[in-house]
T-cell receptor
Framework: AQSVTQLDSQVPVFEEAPVELRCNYS??????LFWYVQYPNQGLQLLLKYLSGSTLVKGINGFEAEFNKSQTSFHLRKPSVHISDTAEYFCAVSERGAQKLVFGQGTRLTINP | ETGVTQSPTHLIKTRGQQVTLRCSSQSGHNTVSWYQQALGQGPQFIFQ???????GRGNFPPRFSGLQFPNYSSELNVNALELDDSALYLC?????????????FGPGTRLLVL
């Protein structure tokens, strides 16, 4: 069975500072990996995804993530955050051929001015 | 391109009642998945519908049931509501057979059971 661990439940950073949100997964088969963002009282918006190919993937709003198969990680990074990035971020995994997404518990990113 | 829509946005029910939540998939998509997100938690997979049939189910009891219609819209029905059913219910659509690995989510329905 798959599982996802988001190592930090909360991450406070100052505006314009870099940020990394950590995600590790467990699976016995090949997987697809996703990061979603959830703004207050809203649904989930896709930030980026890794399906195959280059291990460095770029997404919306200046975010990027790197797939590391040996460390089973998919950490999300942004070089300079903005107040508008304040939100909950979810890492998710699905097995290839299966449509079910398994989510982590989420990381709350708080940007301080 | 029309995104995923859900109705209603909010709902209050009492324990023991039944509820129906609705979802319209993104245009061009043929699959709908439902997730339950309790407060402070990540979403949990309930089930998925493809070609009007259940195509996978998570660890939820049979009182959670669903339907998919020929236009690919979907309903989630929950019978005999319990207090723990209070959550945000998220619908996601995707395209099986077209590189449909990516699910796109609607805004959710927030259900409160009293």
């Amino acid at each position: 069975a798959q599982s996802v661990t988001q190592l930090d439940s909360q991450v406070p950073v100052f505006e314009e500072a870099p940020v990394e949100l950590r995600c590790n997964y467990s699976s016995s088969v090949s997987v697809y990996l996703f990061w979603y963002v959830q703004y207050p009282n809203q649904g989930l918006q896709l930030l980026l995804k890794y399906l195959s190919g280059s291990t460095l993937v770029k997404g919306i709003n200046g975010f990027e993530a790197e797939f590391n198969k040996s460390q089973t990680s998919f950490h999300l990074r942004k070089p300079s955050v903005h107040i508008s990035d304040t939100a909950e971020y979810f890492c998710a995994v699905s097995e290839r051929g299966a449509q079910k997404l398994v989510f982590g518990q989420g990381t709350r990113l708080t940007i301080n001015p | 391109e029309t995104g995923v829509t859900q109705s209603p946005t909010h709902l209050i029910k009492t324990r023991g009642q039944q509820v129906t939540l609705r979802c319209s998939s993104q245009s061009g998509h043929n699959t709908v998945s439902w997730y339950q997100q309790a407060l402070g938690q990540g979403p949990q997979f309930i089930f998925q519908y493809y070609r009007e049939e259940e195509n996978g189910r998570g660890n939820f009891p049979p009182r959670f049931s669903g339907l998919q219609f020929p236009n690919y819209s979907s309903e989630l029905n929950v019978n005999a509501l319990e207090l723990d059913d209070s959550a945000l219910y998220l619908c996601a659509s995707s395209l099986i057979g077209g590189g449909g690995e990516t699910q796109y989510f609607g805004p959710g329905t927030r259900l409160l059971v009293l």
